[in-house]
T-cell receptor, first 110, second 111 residues
Framework: ETGVTQSPTHLIKTRGQQVTLRCSSQSGHNTVSWYQQALGQGPQFIFQYYREEENGRGNFPPRFSGLQFPNYSSELNVNALELDDSALYLCASYSWTGYTFGSGTRLTVV | GDSVTQMEGPVTLSEEAFLTINCTYT??????LFWYVQYPGEGLQLLLK?????DKGSNKGFEATYRKETTSFHLEKGSVQVSDSAVYFCALMGYGNKLVFGAGTILRVKS
């Protein structure tokens, strides 16, 4: 059983740019969730995908969007980056045993 | 909406001291409760969980009991080690299997 793998591990972008973060989930895990963890805070739920469709969303604007693919990989896209988007972005896949988190992508917006 | 409140840190203890990190929650229905740990530069690791009232989750010497009457899930360990230094997050899983986290508590253990 492979874990949850996220790429890249670190990323620096300029305000106004667009970014795509990637996640490879565990095989057979049909549900993937994305969380934003600002420095010194707990993770905040962005959205969740089940079998390639969004089935839950937190309090994030539409410029945060996602995709889930048949091979259990997924993407988080953020348009028009703002300084406050600087955070650790965590991907988690879900099965009957619970959530498994990746190590995250550290995004810095300058 | 659902929420989790945990004690502010940092908590600084000497090695072999007793640890308690308080966690209370507000939720509709009967959520599952979790403690996650985050080491520097890493993602979240599940430490323990409890899925119903009076369940006790335990792992690596850590314990927490799901108390429905006090809506609490306090984390305890009888004797902490330097290697336990990390950030600890209390969380609940509510509607739609969404995790709601507390703000985290930094634990520092000195030798």
């Amino acid at each position: 059983e492979t874990g949850v793998t996220q790429s890249p591990t670190h990323l620096i972008k300029t305000r106004g740019q667009q970014v795509t973060l990637r996640c490879s989930s565990q095989s057979g895990h049909n549900t993937v969730s994305w969380y934003q963890q600002a420095l010194g805070q707990g993770p905040q739920f962005i959205f969740q995908y089940y079998r390639e469709e969004e089935n839950g969303r937190g309090n994030f604007p539409p410029r945060f969007s996602g995709l889930q693919f048949p091979n259990y990989s997924s993407e988080l896209n953020v348009n028009a980056l703002e300084l406050d988007d600087s955070a650790l972005y965590l991907c988690a896949s879900y099965s009957w045993t619970g959530y498994t988190f990746g190590s995250g992508t550290r995004l810095t917006v300058v | 909406g659902d929420s989790v409140t945990q004690m502010e840190g940092p908590v600084t203890l000497s090695e072999e001291a007793f640890l308690t990190i308080n966690c209370t929650y507000t939720a509709t229905g009967y959520p599952s409760l979790f403690w996650y740990v985050q080491y520097p530069g890493e993602g979240l690791q599940l430490l323990l969980k409890a899925t119903k009232a009076d369940d006790k989750g335990s792992n690596k010497g850590f314990e927490a009991t799901y108390r429905k009457e006090t809506t609490s899930f306090h984390l305890e360990k009888g004797s902490v080690q330097v290697s336990d230094s990390a950030v600890y997050f209390c969380a609940l899983m509510g509607y739609g299997n969404k995790l709601v986290f507390g703000a985290g508590t930094i634990l520092r253990v000195k030798s």
